[in-house]
Structure formats: structure tokens, C-alpha cells
């Protein structure tokens, strides 16, 4: 008689933990890691890449090893969306870079925004977005330019290091951390603490992917503690202190998931040190086979929050963290920090928006000569791809609103503007199906012009592809990248569309709608028409969501 195929139980397989003893790699990426530190390469920039050129770069840095330093090759242009997925990577790859400065809490001195603005109009052709993650992006980079750049911004004490690849990423803050007059706690030295003592550490420069943090004692939890890696949302603690609640395994992407609270009272003494023992837990027990598997936010589903609280306290930590409140959520907060609002110190700050994003190195400098005018030396970004001047005379805001506003920056913004975000794209980025800036720049534009009057909220985020650099599952209208059919049969750019995605107190996932779609042609026909049913249909108080 045959063996039976169906009695046995198939062995698991490994998901490469090392902390399960799975140390050899079970993959290309891990065995590019196991090879060479990424940390490693910046010395080889320095000394070989930058004097011998692009062509002398070892593939195994040019798209692995590099962006440890926040360097990625862009895409190289004409090459249409349709042949992102058939093209092997080197096709796609420009001989420039896009290079992305990190900007922990988003904390900017006049100096700093000047020096990121001298680099992207001597070395960036003046290109510089504002990213969704508080950090700068430049475009055009040659790799002769790197170590100038990196002096440059190591001179006024930023850097690359870590803004890419599968590290801890730049970490996120409230913007009016420090400032804001209904702050739960200034999470800055929080945030400065964890960047001087583990960021650079080769203790945490392999991971399975990428490590996403935020520490904000935001009232309205602007960097949307819900979707990070981990994050640690200000909460007054039971003895009436302030310190932070802990979340552990938010992401978006092709699988999203809220981050799941451990139920912990974190005091900020802490916080570097849980920090550390969270993203030890992710390298040593993340998953490494798959890299689609290989986030935090996989463990924590399978684990439960209990039980990663366990290891985290038991194997990392040796001492038990107290239990805490969560944080207060309103349902029906902005969570942005646009317009002249007062400061706790009875200054005030402006917060004004671009076009999902997009400035230049131009733009930048106008900023830091505004704010320098006005007796201002901190900007802030902010994690919708907004920015901030803080520290305004009550007598200089209006001077400072004109100001930026002539520059096209608005203080006073549409609700479309205030809330439309964008991702990359197809201009520069390689995974891109669709263009995404100048579409969103231009809904903006159209939106504006056709209902100028619209009263409520609305956000629409923009993505070139299914992956959610633009957060699009968690805005009321999401739109993700993709070719469609048009009405003549022709494949063309378009959108999957995604409805009613929120965070805050009813965190949920905007519904894909089953043959939801949109040429990119029609988009702007199609939002007005979502818009204006509601408009008709609303009764009355009733917010946007769908
Ligand atoms: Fe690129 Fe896709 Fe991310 Fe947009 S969402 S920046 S297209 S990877």
C-alpha cells in the first residue's frame, strides 16, 4: 500500500528566525546582509564609488547596500509603468540617485534647511519633496557628489545614515513637540536619545526589513501612532505622570495592519532602552524567508500582544513594565498643524502646505529666509508632507503668512490641498506603475476650481503602486497606482480606488470596491462626482466619510 499524502503533517517551515537558530540566509537580501555590513558602505563610497564612478559600483551595494545610507538609484526616465513589473532591475535603474535625508521628528534650525537647500540647487537640479515620514528627499544625485553632501550635512548634525534599507528608520515626532500648549509630554529628548544610541549601531543595521518608529506626545496624534513599527503615543501615567503608551505592529502596505497596544506605561527614562529591546525581539524573531513576511506586524498577529510583552519583558528587558492607559482619541480631530495657531509660550506658529509635497531647493531657502526675518530658527516637517515655523511674534504672523504665501505656500489652504497627499512615483521610482505628483497637483488644482466652497475634511492620498507610501488605505479616498482599461480597450494609468479609510478612535481600512477604478484622465470627473453626491445626500453636520 502507498503511504498515506494526507496523514502526515507537513513540517513547518522555517520562517528564518535567528533567534530559532535559522542563521544561514534563506534569501538574496539576507545574504547580501550576512556578507557585508550595509553600514560598511559608506566608506566605500568615499574612498572608491565617488572618485572611480558610477560604473565601478558592486551591484550588491548599488541596489542593496546603499540605501543604508538613503541612496537609491531612480528610475530611469521614458520607461512607461507598464514595464515595471517585466524589466529586470538594472533596466530600470538611472545612473543618479534620489537621496533621502533623515529628519528625526522632523526637527529643522534655520542652518539645516538652508544647508539641505544649498545641496539640492548645487547637486539635486532643485528638486526636494517633504515625505509623508518628515524627511527631504533630493533627486539627481551623482555618486561623485555623496561625500560632499554628506559633509555638508554632517556640518550642521544631519545625516543619511540609516534612511533607507532594513534598519530603523527616521523616527517620527509632533512637530510642536515642545511647543504645542495641549501637548502630554515633549517627546524630543526621547527621540534625540534613541537616534544618539542606537541609530549607526551595527547591533541594529540588519534587520529583516525596515523599522519604523514614532514617539509623539501629539494631543491629536499627528504621526498616526496606529501604523508604525513601534510607537510610543504620550499618555498621562497612574500616578499622574506623563510618560507613553506602546504600540507594537502597524503597517500598511499589501497586508495592512493597526498596531496592537501592549497595555504598558512606558516612563520616558525608558523609552531608549524598550525601544531597543522591541527592535531586538524584530531581529531575532522577525521572519526572513519571505521579505513580504518580514515586517513586525507579522510576529505580533501570530504572537498576540501578550505574549510578545512577555518576551519583551522576560528576555530583553529582566524587569516587568507597569500597566497604562491608553491615550484619548477624538473621533473628529484634524490630525495636522495648519494655519497661526498659539504656542504655549504665547508665540505662535504657521503651518502652511505645498502641493503634496513638492518644493525645491529654491523654495526651501525662501523658507529659511522667512522664517530668519521674522526671528524664527525652527522649521518643522510634518508626517503629511507639510511643513511648519515655529516661534512667530504674535505681531510678525501675518507678515509671515503673506510671505509664504507669495511663494505659493498655503497658510489658508483648500481642504484639498490641506489634505491631498502623493507618493513618489513614476518619475523617480522604479516600482511605479503611475505618475502620482503632478497628478495629485493638478487634482488639487481641479478640485479647487470646481467646488471652491467645499466645507468638510477630506483626504485623498496617492499611490503609484500597491505599495502604501502614501498611506492610502487609511484616507477617505485612497488611490492606488495601477494600468485600467479605458473605455477605448486601451490599458492606460489609473487608480483601484479606495473609500472611508480613517485612524483615530474609528481606526479602519478604506474599502477596496470591486470594479472601483479610474483612468488617470478621469480622476478628477470621478472624485467631483463622490464629492458632490455627498454634498447632496449629506444631512446636516454630517462629516465626509464614506
Ligand atoms: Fe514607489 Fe509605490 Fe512607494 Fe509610490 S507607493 S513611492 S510608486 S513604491
Sequence with gaps: MPPSTTSRPRPRRGEGQWALGYREPLNKNEENKKNDDGLNVRQRIIDVYSKAGFDSIDPADLRGRFRWFGLYTQRAPG?????????????LDDRYFMLRIRIDGGQLTVAQLRTIAEISTAYGRDTADITDRQNVQLHWVRIEDVPAIWEKLEAVGLSTTEACGDTPRVILGCPLAGIAE??????SPQIRQIYDEHIGSPLFSNLPRKFKTSVSGCSVHCVNHEINDVAFAGVTGPDGTPGYDLYVGGGLSTNPMFARRLGTFIAPERVSEVWAGVCAIFRDYGYRRLRHRARIKFLIKDWGPERFREVLEQEYLGYRLPDGPEPVLDPGVRRDHIG??????????????????????????????????????????????????????ESRTEAVTAALEA????VRPSVFRRQTMACTGIEFCKLAIVETKARGASLIDELEKRLPDFPEPVSININGCPNSCARIQVADIGLKGQLVTDADGRQVEGYQVHLGGAMGLNASFGRKVRGLKTTAEELPDYVERVLRRFLEQREEGEPFAL
Design 407 to 410: 511663494e505659493d505656500l498655503q
Design 182 to 187: 495641549d501637548e502630554v509630554i515633549d517627546a
Design 340 to 393: 497661526v495657531h498659539r504656542q504655549r509660550d504665547g508665540r505662535y506658529y504657521v503651518g502652511f502646505a505645498p502641493r503634496v509635497g513638492r518644493v525645491s531647493g529654491t523654495k526651501l531657502a525662501r523658507i529659511a529666509d522667512i522664517a530668519e526675518a521674522h526671528g524664527s530658527d525652527r522649521i518643522r516637517t510634518t508626517a503629511d508632507q507639510k511643513l511648519v515655523v515655529l516661534d512667530v511674534e
Design 79 to 91: 520607461i512607461d509603468g507598464g514595464k515595471t513589473a517585466v524589466l529586470e532591475p538594472e533596466e
